[in-house]
């Protein structure tokens, strides 16, 4: 068998553990597993740890992160998709992917994925969701660090619309 630093990628092995729970929170752990259509305890547990490491990781501006951007707005409010590409455009080297979606009558939708230090996406999704015209708005960030990998390696950039 190989020595795990000798394995091409981190995710080629795992480790087994035993962990010791009380009945009563192996209980409400079973039923979040079953909750959220986990296929086992060890996946729902891994998904707890990642979670946990990317909360401390949202504690340090200078950490990599990802983040989406939600907005909807009517496109006949004047100068609304002037203003949005513009603050795209302002973010630029952080925007990875772009889309535009036509919702009934004058709606429409704009998803915007993000990548760069926790800060600098912070202030690109406030930056995007805050352009004047904008009905509602949204971003969730993410912590990459969390499962061990960072946000340096990437296929280049690509913008999708759809109408």
């Known amino acids: 068998m190989q020595a ?8 080629d092995y795992v480790v087994r553990l035993g962990i010791s729970l009380e009945p009563d929170l192996l209980t409400l752990l079973d039923r979040w597993v079953r909750q959220r259509n986990s296929p086992s305890r060890s996946d729902a ?3 707890l740890v990642r979670k946990e490491l990317a909360d401390i990781d949202s504690l340090d501006p200078d950490a990599d992160a990802i983040g989406t951007v939600m907005v909807l707005y009517r496109h006949t409010t004047p100068n609304v998709l002037r203003r949005l ?5 302002h973010w630029g080297r952080h925007v990875r992917f772009a889309n535009h ?3 009934d009558g004058e709606e429409c939708l704009e998803v915007v994925v ?3 230090k926790r800060s600098e996406v912070r202030a ?5 969701r805050g352009v004047k015209g904008v009905l509602q708005g949204d971003y969730l960030i993410g912590a990459p660090g969390a499962t ?11 913008s999708v619309n759809s109408g």
Do not use: M, N, W
Request: net charge positive.
């Open 4 to 11: 795990p630093e000798d394995r091409k990628h981190k995710g």
């Open 45 to 47: 547990i891994r998904f």
């Open 85 to 89: 590409t513009a603050a795209q455009h």
């Open 101 to 103: 979606v036509h919702l």
């Open 114 to 116: 993000l990548a760069g």
């Open 124 to 128: 690109a999704a406030e930056d995007i």
């Open 148 to 158: 061990g990998e960072a946000i340096g390696h990437h296929h280049g950039r690509r």
